[in-house]
Nanobody, 127 residues
Framework: QVQLVESGGGLVQAGGSLRLSCAAS????????VAWFRQAPGKEREFVAA????????YYEDSVKGRFTISRDNAKNTVYLQMNSLKPEDTAVYYC????????????????????WGQGTQVTVSS
């Protein structure tokens, strides 16, 4: 079992930045595949970005490419999502998810792939 705890959400104006953190506990995290998803009110939970922790390779949903960066600090068992140039349409609850298998991030956009989920952190972008 691994426990995931997200933090770093908040209220920010359009064009601003936030950095989300996903801290893992319970098991060695370094071989996992980790992703960020988000869910806006009334919408499905959608993929945002993923990283294969052992290789550091990443993949992004098209609407966040060039604005968001997913990264990891294996020593701290933590994955980050740096979000720049935020837009009101980025408003959502952001969730961290993990799977113990190292997989090419391009193949991990499905929610069904992930075994572990955090509780979510709210990001609100005002116009």
């Amino acid at each position: 079992q691994v426990q995931l705890v997200e933090s770093g959400g908040g209220l920010v104006q359009a064009g601003g930045s936030l950095r989300l953190s996903c801290a893992a506990s319970g098991r060695t995290f370094s071989s996992y595949t980790v992703a960020w998803f988000r869910q806006a009110p009334g919408k499905e939970r959608e993929f945002v970005a993923a990283i294969r922790l052992s290789f550091g390779d990443t993949y992004y949903e098209d609407s966040v490419k060039g604005r968001f960066t997913i990264s990891r600090d294996n020593a701290k068992n933590t994955v980050y999502l740096q979000m720049n140039s935020l837009k009101p349409e980025d408003t959502a609850v952001y969730y961290c998810a993990a799977n113990p298998n190292p997989r090419n991030p391009r193949a991990t956009m499905s929610r069904a792939f992930y075994d572990y989920w955090g509780q979510g952190t709210q990001v609100t972008v005002s116009s």
